[in-house]
Structure formats: C-alpha cells, structure tokens
C-alpha cells in the first residue's frame, strides 16, 4: 500500500510540472498575436509616411529643375541678334587704368527689341561662377528696330591688385523682345590679363641702372690697365740703335735720278784736303 501511494505521488509530481508547461504556452500564443498586430500598423504608418516624403522630393526636385530651365532661357541669346565688341584702348587690361569699349548690336529680325543693361565682371578663371569684381550695370532701355543697329560705350577700372594675374573676363548684354522675353548674351568671355603699367623709375630699377653703370666703368677701366702695362713692357725690351754707315740707311724710296744728281755732286776728298791743293797751285 506505501508502495503505490509513492508510486501515485511521483507520477503527480511529473505530471504537474507539464501541465504548467503546456497551459504556458497556450497562454503565450495569444500575447504573442496582440503584439504582432500593433507592429504591423506602425509599419504600414511608416510606409505611408515614406511616400509621402519621397513624393515631397520628388515635387521639390521637378521644381528645381523648373527653375534652372528658367534660368537656362534667360541666359540664352536670340538668333535674330547679332553683338561686336571693339576695346578702344587696346587688347591690354592696365591695373588701376580706365579701359573703355563700344558694344554693337544688330537686330537681323522682324521684330523690336529692347536693349536694357550692359554690364561688365572679373570672374575666377578656373570657376566662371565666383565674381573678384563686380561693375556697375549701365541701363540703356534703348528700342532697336528690325535691320538696325546701335552701339553703346561703356568703361571700368580694374583694381590696383589685380595688376599681373589673369582672371575671366564677362560682359554681358540683356535685351527683351516684344513678347517680354529676357535674353542675355556674353559678348566677350575670355580670360586677359592685369598688367601693371611703368610709370617711371622706381627706386629697384635706379639702383640696378647705376649697379650696371658702375660695373661698366670698372671693366673699362682693368681693360686700360692691362693694355698699359702691356706697353710699358715693350718699349722696356726695345732698344733704339743709331744710324752706323749709309748702308744701314733704307734709301729705296729716293728716286735712282737723284741719287745719280748727289753722287755726282759731292766731292771724292775732303774739302780740307781740297783748299791745300788750291792754295799750292796758286802759290
């Protein structure tokens, strides 16, 4: 009898703790589902909310593209008009010197075009976009008329430090049609360069005029010195020799009749031996 109360007492005891077990997970099936449901709703929420921003961009991004088409149509020019540039004080770019130049338009068209500004600036050569100076806009508003032309004159100043770099040079023309539309041309885009004008000596280039002056003078100067000496030296070494008999005598150049006319003149004794002789004949 002790032997199967024991016996029904273990089988209890292992039979509890699955039951426990079992009756766990029957419990956690349902928690389980409550919490997926939630989860699900915010994924949705974020996928909506993900749509619409991506839509967002979108719209920004077509907007954008709007405005730089706009611009793009307002940096265009018309091809009914035609421009010239002409730079009255030369093709140099002096620092600090007024540079002037006309400005000519043709309208090739059929229809009036309104010439509003003229401007001028320095750009970065390497980036066209960044401005180093700026000009001011010279307003026109002057009306050509089809197959006509016009010129306008406009000038500036580059600065002082510019002197000696090179930087892109933009003029730009802005002229509307009939219609209202904006047109822009570059008349002139190219890079020049700032040069910095004499104007006068400065104090570098007087010292290296007198430097140069100088150096001059002292190379002269070892010239004569050497060719001096040279020719004391000679006239040391030379000795002066007397004149010993007639044949060391060069009498080549004396013409042979007049050599004949004083052989035959001079006497053949000494006059000393000649007047003894005259004075014993007369005794």
Not at 180 to 208: P, W
Not at 227 to 248: A, C, P, Q
Not at 256 to 272: C, F, G, H, I, W
Request: include cysteine; hydrophobic fraction near 40%; glycine fraction near 6%.
């Amino acid at each position: 009898m002790y032997n199967f109360g024991s016996k029904l007492l273990l089988l209890f005891l292992l039979a509890f703790p699955c039951g426990l077990i079992s009756i766990g997970h029957v419990s956690a099936e349902p928690d389980s589902a409550e919490d997926t449901e939630p989860d699900v709703a915010v994924d949705e929420e974020e996928d909506e909310e993900e749509v619409l921003v991506e839509e967002d961009q979108i719209q920004n991004t077509e907007g954008d593209d709007d405005d730089s088409e706009a611009a793009d149509k307002l940096m265009t020019s018309h091809p009914d008009a035609d421009t010239t540039i002409i730079f009255m004080t030369g093709e140099e770019f002096p620092a600090n010197e007024i540079v002037r130049f006309l400005v000519g338009f043709t309208n090739k068209g059929n229809l009036d075009f309104t010439v509003q500004s003229l401007e001028a600036s320095f750009r970065y050569p390497q980036d066209f976009q960044f401005y180093i100076q700026n000009f001011t806009a010279l307003p026109l508003s002057t009306v050509i008329q089809p197959q006509a032309q016009a010129s306008f004159e406009y000038s500036f100043i580059p600065a002082q430090p510019m002197a000696g770099r090179p930087f892109g040079l933009v003029i730009l023309l802005n002229y509307l049609d009939t219609e209202g539309n904006v047109f822009q041309t570059a008349v002139y885009n190219q890079t020049v360069t700032i040069i910095e004008k004499d104007e006068g000596l400065d104090g570098e280039t007087m010292f290296m005029y007198v430097f140069l002056v100088g150096l001059v003078a002292l190379m002269l100067f070892g010239i004569y010195q050497v060719l001096d000496s040279r020719t004391k030296k000679r006239l040391s070494v030379k000795i002066e020799k007397g004149t010993v008999g007639m044949n060391d005598v060069d009498i080549s150049w004396i013409p042979q009749e007049t050599l004949n006319v004083m052989n035959k003149a001079s006497p053949k004794t000494s006059p000393r031996k000649r007047t003894k002789r005259t004075a014993g004949v007369d005794q």
